[in-house]
């Protein structure tokens, strides 16, 4: 062989091994899911044995936060690399106008790296269910993805028996569409619904794709309302053994009026069997969800790519299921704003890490493992230590925000502090998460607590400069 096409054939060699050595990307993303209705975190009624599988080969984190707990705008958020007072994106947007076109979403940097880019479903916000229902891309970001699909289902529409929980005291509505409790046990199989079709999906590009590197998305809507799935799912939960979590009288009277939050189960007029039907149809959703990522993850062992994948699991925020009286997502209390993540890494043990981490850090994380540098303006922080070392702390605080940017959550080991208004002028609450984890008795306006509070308003202020002109160098400490 001639000496120019000997080193040729080299540099091709080279270059094939190079592309067969990326990790794969797969990042499974559910909706609404709450930390406290996963099995491999503390519930011991839903049952998720697919997540919990991955948990166990994994690394689990027990203190993941959303930057936002509402679906558009921490979704915008993880997927931009900026927390929402960066960009100033609070709404059902993408996120893109305000970060420009210069700069590279999370999957972008993938895809302009030689990776085939592809969302299944809902990645960046979807309106669940109407946008479900037409097969819309909702606010998705084109510029992101190689391909996308959609994965359109009948949603409260679903043929089967319904039941709306939320404003129907008397039981007369049968169903009602938007962003209500209305449960659907519904006729047919898992592919009817658009969550079975998108496993479908998922698993197909999985084998279509798998000779070269992929970022592939794959995004469940179930459980957000409606609950809707085969009734099978259903079986398992009925609402007669569900237990409500604990109430406690004048449970509002010691927080603001900002921080009760936008559904309850007063202004939603339910019963307690409404209330327990709504915690049964959510599990028999949770359900349904895991045995769609069951199916995935099931494609990626038979198709012999779990040595070379990164698999990633979340929920883009949380779920209120009567805590408070509270229902849904948008307030700032644990089960709103706590998500499960779990990563597994090819050759990495499973283990369990309970450093404070934000779905902001999954962009610098994934990039680094995968060898590419983001833009070092992005706002998150790498695990990556966390995965050889889970007891490396990442952070000492999560930061949260809600209702248009103006609420927030410092959530510290000890305390989380939440804060409305920047001046404080809508109120404050201050929960020692020690010694009352369930967020019953709110110390912020005890004397004995003032000085406590004194220093997370300084840290507040500091941590909102920092987002706002990206100085994110310094972790601030509360001790």
Request: proline letters at 5%.
């Amino acid at each position: 062989m001639r000496p120019f096409n000997y080193i040729l054939f080299l540099f091709i060699c080279i270059s094939l091994y190079s592309q067969e050595k990326k990790p794969n990307i797969l990042f499974i993303i559910s909706d609404d899911l709450t930390a406290t209705a996963v099995s491999s975190y503390e519930n011991k009624t839903c049952h998720t044995p697919n997540i919990d599988k991955l948990a166990s080969e994994g690394i689990r984190y027990t203190k993941a936060y959303t930057q936002y707990p509402v679906c558009g705008p921490s979704r915008a958020s993880f997927m931009s690399g900026y927390y929402p007072n960066a960009t100033t994106t609070f709404g059902y947007v993408s996120g893109r106008k305000n970060i420009g076109t210069n700069r590279k979403t999370w999957s972008q940097l993938f895809k302009d790296n030689g990776y085939y880019t592809a969302r299944v479903s809902k990645i960046y916000h979807m309106g669940v269910p109407i946008d479900i229902e037409t097969g819309s891309n909702g606010q998705d970001d084109e510029a992101s993805w190689t391909e996308r699909f959609n994965s359109q289902g009948p949603e409260w529409k679903a043929n089967g028996n319904a039941e709306l929980v939320q404003g129907n005291p008397d039981g007369k509505i049968e169903r009602k569409g938007g962003n209500v409790m209305t449960i659907v046990k519904a006729d047919g199989d898992d592919l009817v619904h658009s969550d079975g079709k998108t496993a479908k999906k998922a698993s197909e590009l999985i084998r279509k794709h798998k000779s070269k590197p992929f970022f592939l998305a794959v995004g469940f809507v179930r459980p957000h309302v409606p609950f809707v799935a085969p009734k099978s799912y259903f079986e398992p939960y009925p609402f007669n053994n569900i237990t409500l979590p604990k109430k406690v009288d004048d449970d509002w009277d010691d927080i603001p009026k900002r921080g009760i939050n936008y559904v309850t189960s007063v202004n939603a007029k339910m019963t307690l069997e409404q209330e327990k039907k709504a915690v049964a149809a959510y599990y028999a959703s949770v359900a349904y969800m895991d045995a769609q990522v069951g199916k995935v993850l099931k494609t990626l062992k038979e198709e012999e790519l779990e040595d070379n994948t990164i698999v990633i699991f979340t929920s883009d925020h949380g779920f209120h299921l009567g805590e408070h009286n509270f229902w849904m997502k948008v307030s700032l209390h644990e089960e709103s704003v706590r998500v499960p993540l779990i990563i597994k890494v090819p050759g990495k043990k499973a283990t369990v890490c309970h450093s404070f981490v934000e779905l902001l850090d999954l962009y610098p994380t994934i990039s680094e493992l995968a060898g590419l540098k983001p833009s070092k303006y992005i706002q998150g922080k790498s695990l990556v230590k966390t995965i050889d070392n889970p007891k490396k702390k990442v952070r000492n605080m999560a930061f949260s925000v809600s209702q248009g940017g103006k609420s927030f959550l410092l959530r510290h080991d000890k305390w989380a502090y939440i804060q409305y208004n920047e001046d404080a002028s809508a109120g404050i609450e201050l929960f020692d998460m020690e010694n009352d984890p369930k967020q019953f008795t709110n110390l912020a306006l005890k004397p004995n607590y003032f000085k406590i509070v004194k220093r997370f308003k300084k840290k507040l202020a500091q941590k909102l400069k920092a987002v706002r002109t990206n100085d994110l160098g310094i972790e601030y400490s509360i001790d």
